[in-house]
């Protein structure tokens, strides 16, 4: 028996063969696996700023995306990859309102928005969050990152009616991003393209 990796079969040889297939899908699946490994380095390195960490994560969704580029004929070919494509739900994406308000008589304040005039932006309430589905691994194609939302806020003032729109932005969660890699190589091991135990494991950190 063959120590090659790339010498399998898939269940079903007359829609889907050639080992050089194989061989860019293995390629492709060591590529995430590094650049997983350098955004997982990256994001938790003592002392890390929030952008930091948030390139770590695009990261490794660049390499996810990468993945199933190499994948996406098994993916609509063999079942269940047309449900993991299109309707599989991998959860949802908060975006917050811009603006680290404070309550203040009454209304609201903040005070790093209106920086091109530097002075406080004053508004009546704030708007609630809003929440996006992400829904099918065909998201990471359709959606932009980040995924951007805006945001009405009533502001106080004294032209009646005066509003302000902003712009808030959110990603995917690491979380999501293992889930994803995760429902792919185990789809993908039920077509005999397998990972080993230890492999397997490696996606759950």
């Known amino acids: 028996m063959s120590s090659d990796p790339t010498d399998v079969e898939v269940a079903d ?13 293995y390629e492709a699946r060591r590529q995430l696996r590094q650049m997983r490994r350098e955004a997982s380095t990256a994001r938790h390195r003592p002392g890390a700023r929030h952008s ?34 299109h309707n599989r739900d ?9 603006g680290q308000f404070t309550e203040k008589r009454g ?8 920086r091109d005039t530097h002075t406080p932006l004053k508004v009546e309430s704030i708007p609630d969050p809003k929440h996006v589905d992400v829904v099918g691994l065909k998201w990471l194609f359709e959606t ?8 009405e806020y009533e502001v106080v003032s004294h032209r009646l009616g005066e ?36 492999d397997t494991n490696e996606w759950t950190i």
């Open 52 to 85: 930091k960490q948030i390139r770590a994560i695009q990261h490794y969704r660049t390499g996810l995306e990468s993945y199933l580029l190499e994948v996406d004929t098994l993916l609509r070919q063999f079942e269940p990859g047309p449900e993991l494509w």
């Open 107 to 114: 209304y609201y304040v903040a005070e790093n928005i209106n």
């Open 163 to 198: 509003t302000k729109t902003l712009t808030g932005k959110a990603y995917l969660s690491w979380e999501q991003l293992n889930q994803m890699a995760t429902s792919v190589n185990s789809f993908l091991g039920e077509l005999g393209i397998g990972l080993d135990v230890d």
């Open 13 to 25: 040889p007359d829609n889907y063969t050639t080992s050089q297939r194989l061989k860019q899908i």
């Open 90 to 98: 991998f959860g949802t994406i908060t975006v917050h309102p811009p």
């Open 144 to 151: 932009e990152t980040p995924v951007r939302r805006d945001f």
